[in-house]
T-cell receptor, first 113, second 116 residues
């Protein structure tokens, strides 16, 4: 059974204070790893898909990296608008794209001005 | 613009009542999913469908059912609501996987259900 664990559960940052979120996973064979952002009262919003160890993706102040056992979401010089819950997920066995996802518990990030 | 909508957004019901949460998407996606989100458990998959007349159980399907009679809709029914089913429910859809597809799930805004 696929398992996804995120740490820390919560992270409080000062504006401009860079940090990293961790997502570790246990799967029978890596079929991709997804990162989502969720704002309070909203549904999760897609950020990145990573498919192979060593792959990196960037979007504004966010950068996701992937190894064989874990993924990191680096937040560089965060702003208050980066405050959200960040979720990672792995897809099921049948196919990577468009398949059901198993999510981690999320990391709640609060960036104070 | 294409979208995915859930209704109702908020509902309060009593134990034992039948409840149906609606999910409608206009992307013409074949794949649709229902998740519940609870503190301490994250998002957990209830049911999913890969096309019309196809439905599958997720990890927390007991007490829930779905039906897929067309591409656009996947209603979620709680046959006899229980207090343990108080949660926020999210519907999502995605296109069929393939080269060039990100595998992205598009989520609705959620339906908050309280069972008293």
């Amino acid at each position: 059974e696929d398992q996804v664990t995120q740490s820390p559960e919560a992270l409080r940052l000062q504006e401009g204070e860079s940090s990293s979120l961790n997502c570790s996973y246990t799967v029978s064979g890596l079929r991709g790893l997804f990162w989502y952002r969720q704002d309070p009262g909203k549904g999760p919003e897609f950020l990145f898909t990573l498919y192979s160890a060593g792959e990196e993706k960037e979007k504004e102040r966010l950068k996701a990296t992937l190894t064989k056992k874990e993924s990191f979401l680096h937040i560089t010089a965060p702003k208050p608008e980066d405050s959200a819950t960040y979720l990672c997920a792995v897809p099921g066995k049948l196919k990577a794209a468009g398949n059901k996802l198993t999510f981690g518990g999320g990391t709640r990030v609060l960036v104070k001005p | 613009d294409a979208e995915i909508t859930q209704s109702p957004r908020h509902k309060i019901t009593e134990t034992g009542r039948q409840v149906t949460l609606a999910c409608h998407q206009t992307w013409n996606h074949n794949n649709m999913f229902w998740y519940r989100q609870d503190l301490g458990h994250g998002l957990r998959l209830i049911h999913y469908s890969y096309g019309v007349q196809d439905t599958n159980k997720g990890e927390v399907s007991d007490g829930y059912s779905v039906s897929r009679s067309n591409t656009e809709d996947l209603p979620l029914t709680l046959e006899s609501a229980a207090s343990s089913q108080t949660s926020v429910y999210f519907c999502a859809s995605s296109e069929v996987g393939g080269r060039g597809s990100t595998g992205e799930l598009f989520f609705g805004e959620g339906s908050r259900l309280t069972v008293l």
